[in-house]
T-cell receptor
Framework: DSGVTQTPKHLITATGQRVTLRCSPR?????VYWYQQSLDQGLQFLIQ???????AKGNILERFSAQQFPDLHSELNLSSLELGDSALYFC???????????FGPGTRLLVL | AQSVTQLDSQVPVFEEAPVELRCNYS??????LFWYVQYPNQGLQLLLK??????LVKGINGFEAEFNKSQTSFHLRKPSVHISDTAEYFC?????????????FGKGTKLTVNP
């Protein structure tokens, strides 16, 4: 158990819908990262927050957004969902920006 | 931008045999390197990491990896595998960008240990 929690574990929704994925980092970790794992693209970095502020952006679509709250938990919002958004979404946390990242169990999203 | 190549997408081995999972990265500058393991239907677990110092890094579950700067490689090895090592293994390199570090992953290697 890495100490990073993600909810929900599974999510099934329809195209065009909007979902929110939640992540609670390890106690004391200030940095949160979001990754997407799909069969065709593999594991890709989406976005990073550090102590409430956006720090880095990767291959994140404009339909996707994220935020980190004062209690340091983070949410990833996915809107106007398409079939191709079906994937496993991981959250990771680290104490600071350049330290080892510890991954949560992931949220499996299925868009029908 | 960094890239990571895992040369084998699938590696089948017999129990108690040695295994090497290969990983090459693109950068010639200082990097941090990681191996993560993903068991079926689970998240990613850190196996080991190279930040600096000794080029031979020991991790959990009897795995080790050797950092080779001249060959830009970070191959993962285990002298004797168990059925329970069946999983997907990901090599990753950290990439600094604008004061932040993100991980760039390889495509993964599926290790199947057969009895």
């Amino acid at each position: 158990d890495s100490g990073v929690t993600q909810t929900p574990k599974h999510l099934i929704t329809a195209t065009g819908q909007r979902v929110t994925l939640r992540c609670s980092p390890r106690s004391g970790d200030l940095s949160v990262y979001w990754y997407q794992q799909s069969l065709d693209q593999g594991l890709q970095f989406l976005i990073q927050y550090y102590n409430g502020e956006e720090r880095a952006k990767g291959n994140i679509l404009e339909r996707f957004s994220a935020q980190q709250f004062p209690d340091l938990h983070s949410e990833l919002n996915l809107s106007s969902l398409e079939l191709g958004d079906s994937a496993l979404y991981f959250c990771a946390s680290s104490p600071d920006v350049a330290e080892t990242q510890y991954f949560g169990p992931g949220t499996r999203l299925l868009v029908l | 931008a960094q890239s990571v190549t895992q040369l084998d997408s699938q590696v089948p081995v017999f129990e108690e045999a040695p295994v090497e999972l290969r990983c090459n990265y693109s950068s010639s500058v200082s990097v941090y390197l990681f191996w993560y393991v993903q068991y079926p239907n689970q998240g990613l677990q850190l196996l080991l990491k190279y930040l600096s110092g000794s080029t031979l890094v020991k991790g959990i579950n009897g795995f080790e990896a050797e950092f080779n700067k001249s060959q830009t490689s970070f191959h993962l090895r285990k002298p004797s595998v168990h059925i329970s090592d069946t999983a997907e293994y990901f090599c990753a390199v950290s990439e600094e960008e604008g004061g932040s570090e993100k991980l760039v992953f390889g495509k993964g290697t599926k290790l199947t240990v057969n009895p």
